[in-house]
């Protein structure tokens, strides 16, 4: 059974960092990521990637997020900086078996909320 379990988040003021770490179990995933959603928002894909390095931001995070993953633990984790009001959200790790790092994921963790205050 496929399981993403999370941790990290939480409450920060703006132009503080956070970090989010989320662990999966089963099968290696070629690609993992983490999505947003705020309130009243469509979820977003924030960054992703894949078991080979590439990687994929949204634009609003470029500069000031940085994805990384360990391939042998299977874990992804998210270095979040500069963080801004509008970086509030429910944040979910995903992860799928396919190659392409963009799109749609099969599985998805419970969400971690980051709130940052201005």
């Known amino acids: 059974q496929v399981q993403l379990v999370e941790s990290g988040g939480g409450l920060v003021q703006a132009g503080g960092s956070l970090s989010l770490s989320c662990a999966a179990s089963?099968?290696?995933?070629?690609?993992m990521g983490w999505f947003h959603q705020a309130p009243g928002k469509e979820r977003e894909l924030v960054a992703s990637?894949?078991?080979?390095?590439?990687?994929y931001y949204t634009d609003s995070v470029k500069g000031r997020f940085t994805i990384s993953r360990d391939n042998a633990k299977n874990t992804v984790s998210l270095q979040m900086n500069s963080l801004k009001p509008e970086d509030t959200a429910v944040y979910y790790c995903v992860a799928k078996y396919g190659t392409v790092i963009v799109g749609a994921y099969d599985y998805w963790g419970q969400g971690t909320q980051v709130t940052v205050s201005s």
């Open positions: 089963g099968r290696s995933f070629r690609s």
């Open positions: 990637i894949g078991s080979g390095g590439n990687v």
